[in-house]
């Protein structure tokens, strides 16, 4: 079967935790490209810092030169709150002959019991969680629950299977960023060189 990766975030800012995840999980699962999805507007957290087009530009100058990773901005084309069950169901449409894989993080992973409509994203994608070292999934949780009803070695049907995917632990975080850029801390090694010279030309996260 062919793959493709859905990578779905906030990215506020893109760093090198997104993007050397997505890397490893398109490697290990041979998928044919990771579309990087921004939210136009998050359903589980609060407003993100910069605008939607600030982050998607930021995610295309870090994407530069992968060629198996590009920018899709369905969420920011469609507007509203960003369920992610509209985006699968729209993207199914237009890629009709390969499999999804939705990409999420351990983190993101152990609240998706209250993602709207998560039965429904099941039925529409498979979903690679791409497990921080440490970051443990509690098999006695809703989501540990979820994961070990449909959990695979090896995705061999276009959705309703889950693969838990080991990734190389880099403790980066948005939030981190954020919080060094307004303590005016250097951001070197954190996130792509290209990214942080386009946050200093637009004073972002001040
Ligand atoms: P914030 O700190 O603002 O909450 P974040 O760094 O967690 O942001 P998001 O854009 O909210 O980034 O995350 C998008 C996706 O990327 C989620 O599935 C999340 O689990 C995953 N992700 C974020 N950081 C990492 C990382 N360092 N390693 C692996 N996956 C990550």
Redesign the pocket.
Known sequence: MRFIGI??????P?????L??ALEVQQKLNLEQVRFVPCYQPVH?QSPMVSSEQRAKMIELAIQGQSKFCLDTIELERGGPSYMVETLAALKEQFNDVGLVL???????SRFHTWHNWQQILKLANIAV?H?PGDGLALYSESGQILSAHQVAKFTQPSEQIMDVL?T??????????SHLQNDMPVDYLLPPQVIDYIKTHQLYQ
């Open positions: 990578n779905g975030g906030t990215f506020d893109i760093h090198f935790g997104h050397r995840a957290r990409m999420m993080g351990t983190d993101a992973f791409m921080r990734i632990q880099l403790d980066v975080s948005s939030t981190a960023v954020r």
